[in-house]
């Protein structure tokens, strides 16, 4: 008889304490459910907001990764555009010069000479008798850019990056890497 009492105790959920058994491993009050875990710590809220969590933090990265990258394309790119105009400019120049010296005029007409407009770069220009020096500076130094050039008489174009002071005729010669 105390087995069907039993029996019928558990199948009601009111089996209690039994044999000396923990009281917290009581049966569930929940006659159809699935119940996860008793701990009030992880409940299934709290795991659902881990989760939550957890999806953001990835969310996050991977835009801050692709906000990296983009900008990264951009700054090659600014860099690249000024490359191009720097060495036109020069070779716009050194036309001057050679019109000047054909001329035999010792004035060099300026209004002829526009120095080009690049985004994130400041353009200087320096003269030494027949001679030029054009210098490209980031400005500010990895926002807008991170490349200094220098070109002068040769037109062959020099590039490295001096954090935003000048380059130099030692540097390496610019290649332009990007193709957009």
């Known amino acids: 008889m105390p087995e069907k009492r039993l029996a019928r105790l558990i199948s009601q959920g009111q089996a209690g304490n039994i044999s000396g058994s923990n009281p917290r491993h009581r049966a569930s009050k929940r006659a159809s459910g699935f119940y996860f875990c008793r701990s009030r710590y992880l409940s299934m809220g709290n795991i659902l907001i881990i ?19 983009a900008r ?14 720097l060495w036109y400019f020069a070779r716009d120049v050194k036309n001057e010069f050679s019109d000047m010296l ?4 010792d004035v060099l007409d300026f209004r002829k ?29 990895g926002r807008g850019g991170r490349l200094s050039f220098f070109i002068d008489n040769s037109l062959t174009l020099r ?4 954090k935003g002071e000048r380059a130099a005729e030692q540097d390496e010669e610019y290649t332009g890497d990007f193709t957009s």
């Open 51 to 69: 989760l939550v969590l957890i999806m953001l933090t990835v969310g996050g990265i991977y835009a801050w990764k692709r906000f990296e990258r």
């Open 72 to 85: 990264e394309k951009r700054l090659l790119e600014r860099e690249y555009k000024t490359a191009v105009a």
């Open 102 to 105: 054909r001329q035999k005029v």
């Open 113 to 141: 000479i526009t120095v080009p407009h690049s985004q994130g770069y400041r353009v200087l220009i320096e003269f030494i008798g027949f001679n030029f020096r054009i210098h490209a500076l980031p400005e500010p130094y």
């Open 159 to 162: 590039a490295a990056d001096h």
